[in-house]
């Protein structure tokens, strides 16, 4: 019988130590459990009560997320290592509790009731709200909260600490601070490290590829032919790839200079492909041909090919423009 006895004295002073735990400050004892733990104290819809009611001499920053899996928030889960960040930053920069500004964090599956309050039966996406205190030097009597909708899309911290910094103009805002990143550091230099191994043993090898000026002439003619035929207008505009003719066919070459289909460039790319390989091979092949019939013959076969393309390449201009009165057989 004497045992109770002896284990309730020795838990008076326990109990005695756990009754000091709280101040009567609510500030200072939300600002010693994030001291301690250096992370957003997580509430309910009871605590959120408590913490964000009047008068209050401290800010509240709230954050409004759905972690559990079945409401699918995705962006909830992107942000909410970036607000432990945030409030860690925080925490370890403002010690001393100068900025008087406390980090929570409300689930949804803790607090419906205060969703529902403001105006979130469901959540798709995050919400911060920061509570400015009441009284004191930098008070807002009004008491309504600043709102911001992660409608953007933000899921990094920076934003957001510039954002809380805006609203609490007259307190101290400790820097957000990074961890180091030593995996990425140690990849970087790995990396580097093969890059230079590699090129100090294939550097002979590459030497003479760049140094080869017909490479970099076929490299310069296929981005020349890119351009001029109009893949860059593609990207640009998103056009169709083909449309139809309104008779049931497909119609490969648009009307007007202002429109292009995505096949449409690739067979002018071909046009043009096809007539600089005819003119290059007459300039160049030809003349160092040592069989004067081969070589005749060459020559009306690329000034065919010649012929026969720029006939297309109007015919296709005509397309594009009916009022263009030339053309040239067989087209």
Request: aromatic share 12%; with cysteine; hydrophobic share 45%.
């Amino acid at each position: 019988m004497r045992i109770p006895g002896i284990l309730a004295a020795a838990l008076l002073p326990l109990t005695a130590l756990a009754a000091k735990k709280s101040t009567g400050d609510r500030f200072n004892d939300y600002h010693s459990k994030q001291v301690s733990t250096l992370a957003s104290i997580k509430i309910d819809d009871v605590s959120y009560g408590e913490m964000t009611k009047a008068p209050r001499d401290y800010a509240v920053a709230v954050l409004l997320t759905a972690l559990d899996a079945r409401f699918g928030c995705a962006l909830c889960h992107e942000f909410q290592p970036e607000w432990e960040l945030l409030a860690k930053s925080w925490t370890k920069g403002d010690k001393k509790g100068e900025s008087r500004l406390v980090y929570a964090t409300l689930d949804f599956a803790d607090g419906k009731q205060t969703f529902q309050s403001v105006g979130k039966r469901t959540l798709s996406s995050p919400v911060l709200l920061v509570f400015q205190p009441t009284v004191g030097p930098n008070a807002k009597p009004d008491g309504a909260p600043n709102r911001f909708d992660f409608v953007t899309g933000t899921d990094k911290a920076e934003p957001i600490h510039a954002w809380i910094s805006r609203h609490l103009p007259d307190s101290p805002h400790p820097p957000l601070v990074r961890p180091i990143n030593y995996v990425k550091y140690a990849v970087t230099t790995t990396a580097v490290l093969g890059g230079v191994t590699f090129l100090s043993v294939a550097w002979p090898y590459l030497l003479p590829v760049i140094q080869n000026r017909n490479l970099w002439a076929a490299i310069s003619l296929i981005t020349i032919l890119l351009f001029t035929s109009g893949h860059m207008f593609n990207h640009i505009r998103k056009v169709p790839y083909v449309a139809g003719d309104g008779k049931g066919g497909l119609s490969y070459f648009a009307s007007g200079f202002q429109n292009q289909f995505g096949l449409e460039t690739q067979i002018v790319a071909a046009m043009y492909g096809i007539l600089a390989f005819a003119t290059i091979s007459l300039a160049l092949k030809v003349p160092r041909m040592t069989d004067p019939r081969a070589q005749q013959i060459a020559v009306f076969v690329w000034g065919g090919i010649i012929l026969g393309m720029y006939s297309f390449l109007l015919s296709v201009f005509r397309i594009k423009n009916g009022g263009y009165p030339f053309f040239l057989p067989p087209f």
